[in-house]
C-alpha cells in the first residue's frame, strides 16, 4: 500500500498493518546498574505528540545488516544512556501490538554496567537519562504521568507487581 525507509503499510485480504523494511527489528533493554537500579530514558515521540517515558532500545539492522542482536543492543544503550554494558542477556521476542503491527522486538537485560558518558542520542534525539532505585519504579512512573509523559507499554515489565497488587489504582 506504501513504502517508506523504515516502515511500510501492508493490506493482506481485509487486513492492514504496519511493518519494518528489509529486516530490521528492534531492541529493548532492561539495563541493571549494580545498586538495582533501572535505567530508563524520556524523549519526544513525534507520533504522541509529547515526550514518552521508556525502556532504553534501538533498532537492529538499520545501519549494518546483519548486525548481531548484543551488537546493536549494546550501542543502543550506550548512545541513549551513556552506559556501556559488560553483558547483554536476550530473554525472548514479544510483539505489543499484533493486531496493528507485525514488529516485534527482543528483550535483553544489560548487566555489569559503567558509565563512559552523558548519553543522550545521535544529533536527531534529545533523550533525558533517568536512573531509578527499582524500587520506586511506580512512584517515578506515576509522577511523569501527572507530568503529561505518555509511559510506553513496555513499562508494564517494571510495574507488574505494583499494578497487581490488591488494592492497586
Known amino acids: 500500500m506504501w513504502e517508506g525507509r523504515f516502515i511500510k503499510a501492508v493490506k493482506q485480504g481485509k487486513w492492514e498493518y504496519a511493518a519494518r523494511n528489509r529486516g530490521i527489528e528492534a531492541a529493548v533493554i532492561v539495563a541493571i546498574t549494580d545498586a538495582d537500579e533501572i535505567v530508563l530514558v524520556e ?31 549494546s550501542r543502543e544503550l550506550e548512545e541513549e544512556t551513556g552506559y556501556r554494558a559488560g553483558s547483554i542477556e536476550p530473554l525472548g521476542t514479544f ?29 536527531d534525539e534529545d533523550i533525558v537519562v533517568h536512573v531509578v532505585p527499582r524500587g520506586e519504579i511506580a512512584a517515578f512512573v506515576a509522577a511523569k504521568r501527572r507530568e503529561g509523559l505518555a509511559i510506553d507499554v513496555k513499562l508494564l515489565l517494571l510495574l507488574a507487581d505494583s499494578l497487581l497488587a490488591d488494592g492497586a489504582p
Do not use: W, Y
Open 43 to 73: 524523549q519526544h515521540r513525534v507520533p504522541l505528540g509529547r515526550p514518552c517515558l521508556e525502556l532504553p532500545a534501538g533498532l537492529i539492522g538499520d545501519q549494518t545488516a546483519n548486525e548481531p542482536l548484543a551488537e546493536a543492543a
Open 95 to 123: 510483539f505489543s501490538s499484533p493486531g496493528m503491527v507485525s514488529e516485534g522486538f527482543t528483550l535483553v537485560r544489560a548487566r555489569d554496567l559503567v558509565k563512559v558518558s552523558d548519553g543522550g542520542g545521535d544529533a
